[in-house]
């Protein structure tokens, strides 16, 4: 079993910056890979960027490519979702979620997810 728990969303202006905390609990975190979503209002979860087990690998979405960076640090069993140059489309609540095997695996079917944290982009 994983838990999850994500911090560091809150209102930025357009441009601006934003870095995203997924902290996880439970057994054999490194062996997990991460990935985050988000959905914005009357629209579907949508994929992110996802990460594998060894930090390699990663994998985002073609409309945060060049701005969002995913990473982890297993030591401190977190991963980080680094998002620049934010724009108001951006504003979605934010979902970490995490998988045994591959990124393909965390992108397709997520295990488990956290509560998820709230970004809101101001033009």
């Known amino acids: 079993q994983v838990q999850l728990v994500e911090s560091g969303g809150g209102l930025v202006q357009a441009g601006g910056s934003r870095r995203l905390s997924c902290a996880a609990s439970?057994?054999?975190?490194?062996?997990?890979?991460m990935g985050w979503f988000r959905q914005a209002p009357g629209k579907e979860r949508e994929f992110v960027a996802g990460i594998s087990w060894s930090g390699r690998f990663p994998k985002l979405a073609d409309s945060v490519k060049g701005r969002f960076t995913i990473s982890r640090d297993n030591a401190k069993n977190t991963a980080y979702l680094q998002m620049n140059s934010l724009k108001p489309e951006d504003t979605a609540v934010y979902y970490c979620?995490?998988?045994?095997?591959?990124?393909?695996?965390?992108?397709?079917?997520?295990?488990?997810w956290g509560q998820g944290t709230q970004v809101t982009v101001s033009s």
């Open positions: 979620a995490a998988s045994r095997g591959s990124t393909e695996n965390v992108l397709t079917t997520p295990e488990y």
């Open positions: 439970g057994r054999a975190f490194s062996s997990y890979a």
